[in-house]
């Protein structure tokens, strides 16, 4: 009965653990440029972060995402977020439901490419 119950919490914790701090692999971190990329922008900040002024297309904050995930178009998509934690649970979500990630920019830190 023990042995059960430790599996189940363990798998429980990897699974929240996973979703929130485990790398996605295969979407680029890069600065949005609206000359090179003809993508949709998805801005899953809060309503009341202004530290990075982006002309986005939606902005629909992560806690709004699963309620009004019709309003997003399925085309391509830049994920703009406060953080890894907010991208990777934003990004993870939108996977899911069919949505072509095709870059992320994080406000917290500068991505090391450039869309040139």
């Known amino acids: 009965m023990n042995i059960y119950?430790?599996?189940?919490?363990?798998?429980v914790v990897g699974v929240l653990l996973y979703n929130r701090?485990?790398?996605?692999?295969?979407?680029?971190?890069?600065?949005?440029?609206?000359?090179v990329m003809e993508t949709f922008i998805l801005d899953?900040?809060?309503?009341?972060?202004?530290?990075?002024?982006?002309?986005a297309d939606l902005h629909l904050p992560y806690a709004y995402l699963r309620r009004y995930k019709e309003e997003i178009p399925n085309i391509q998509l830049h994920v703009?977020?406060?953080?890894?934690?907010q991208m990777h649970l934003g990004i993870r979500?939108?996977?899911?439901?069919?949505?072509?990630?095709t870059s992320y920019q994080l406000t917290e830190c500068s991505c090391k490419k450039n869309v040139y």
């Open 5 to 11: 119950f430790i599996v189940i919490v363990t798998t």
């Open 21 to 35: 701090y485990f790398p996605i692999v295969g979407i680029p971190c890069m600065k949005y440029d609206s000359k």
């Open 44 to 55: 899953i900040r809060d309503y009341n972060e202004k530290i990075l002024y982006l002309q």
């Open 80 to 85: 703009v977020a406060r953080d890894r934690v």
């Open 93 to 101: 979500f939108l996977l899911r439901q069919g949505h072509k990630i």
